[in-house]
């Protein structure tokens, strides 16, 4: 009887190591494909930037250097290994994305170029989508960290090596906001 | 209640209202058998089952290609500026919500109205009216798609579809009954046992649609405050929301092009109809939509969160 007990027992746990294990790795699996979403934009807003700042640079002669630090920026986000550094890079990039947006409002010229609106319509989702993208990567990560971390599937993540995630720590709001500042000017 | 709550809930209801509507089904056949045949063979019963059980197959994986087809939606291309909007803003909150992008629709209809249909956030669309697209801007429209998400993620739209597709057929059912009723009695004589079971199928078939037109419209009040709140989870923009479903009002024409059979599944209302906007027992009790003010306001406590956060 108390040998059943006890391989009750032990089957019990094994169980639940099992149910565990599967659930980190299923977590990790999420935070991977979250980070490929990041990724998938940010592509796409490097390659829209360039296209963007050429259809504007023949209306905006007095912004060569906004236009300039635009595509350094850009540039220099692309160059970017770390989480942490990209996160940087990110918000500095969005920073003068936003000032660019800003002093668009004072050519009316480009409202009237639709593929100008189209372009800038793209960009304006884009960030959006990084930012969206961010936010559903830092909610996954976060349950992730907590699952690794709390007792008793802490145990489980130490036995086979289970790596925090990153999270991305930059003022999110702000960065959001970014593209929307069309006021003060 | 939680995401995962939300949906084992609706994942369940759906599950019981199926069987709910088998077993009124069954007792409609049943009910004719004995009519026509004094319940010497079983004959309507299966026939009654099988048309339940193949309306709740097709429900299930047509529905969402019925109610489209009825509101006369066409897919969107992206070939204009607003619908380009459309399929943008509808991808940045599937990427919030991480759900697959939804297929997008347009109703050609002038007043402002949305909703979605599907089975599953693999298999779900989401259709808007042209006018709609007309009048909100990208903020506001990017909130009635985050709240059209919303009932995607948590498999309303599969409870709110089956609602649809099967109060079609419990109408069809109940009125099939009157009629057999009508001549069967006719034809019948009333002995004691059978005086009963006849009323009681009488009652079934009165009070079958009126139960499944209440089930529709407790199914979708609750869920509009919870999806109204995920709109606000996924823009962190709850006024945007509020602004779009104060425009959506303002609209005094119904929407025309949505049957009324669909009611329940749109932001707002179709047929503007007043009960919505008062409190109380009956409109409580019949109203598809909670009254707007109602939801502004708890919108409006939401932003007030973000902000204070």
Redesign the interface.
Known sequence: MALWIVLAAVALVVLWGIWAYNRLVSLRN?VAN?WR?IDV?LKRRYDLIPNLVNAVRGYMKYEQETLERVIQARNQAVAARSVGEAAQREAELAGVLGRLFALMENYPELKAN?NV??LQ??L??TE??IA??R??YN??ATKYNIARETFPSNLIAKLFGFQAAELFAVAD?RE?EAPQVSLGW | MNIWEQQARNRRNTVLLVLLFLVMAAAVGYGADYLFFDGQALLLTPVAAAIAIVQALVGYFTGDKIALALSRAYPVTGRTFAERQLINVTEEMAIAAGIPMPKLYIVPDPDPNAFATGRSPRHASVAVTEGLLQRLTRDELQAVVAHEIGHIRNYDIRLMTMVAILLGTVLVLSDFVRRALFYGVNRRRRDEGGAVLLVLWLVLAILAPIAAYLIAMAVSRQREYYADATSAELTRNPEALIRALQKIAAAVAPTTTIPQSLAHMCIEDPRGRAINERTGFWSELFATHPPLHKRIEALRKMAYLTVAS
Request: glycine share 4%.
């Open positions: 999420q979250g979403q934009q639709q609106l189209q319509e793209e304006t989702s959006n989508k969206f993208a936010q559903f909610d996954v709001e959001r």
